[in-house]
């Protein structure tokens, strides 16, 4: 599944950003909260506030 590869890039690289977005997404479509917000935290720690992945990360975890 697309989750479970999503996981296992963030396993072996835990910067990818583009990882840690996509499974934030994938969690926050799942309905868990808890693990959208882990992963756009990360998203917000890794990548410039000025992106717009980063903006939505944040979005989201100022409303949630």
Do not use: I, W
Not at 13 to 39: C, G, I, M, P, S
Not at 43 to 61: C, D, G, I, N
């Amino acid at each position: 599944t697309a989750k479970a590869s999503l996981l296992k890039v963030v396993e072996l690289n835990e910067a990818h950003d583009y990882a840690q977005y996509y499974l934030a997404r994938t969690f926050e479509n799942l309905e868990d909260v808890e693990n959208a917000k882990k992963h756009y935290q990360k998203v917000v720690e890794l990548l410039p506030e000025t992106t717009k992945r980063a903006q939505t990360a944040q979005t989201y975890l100022n409303t949630h």
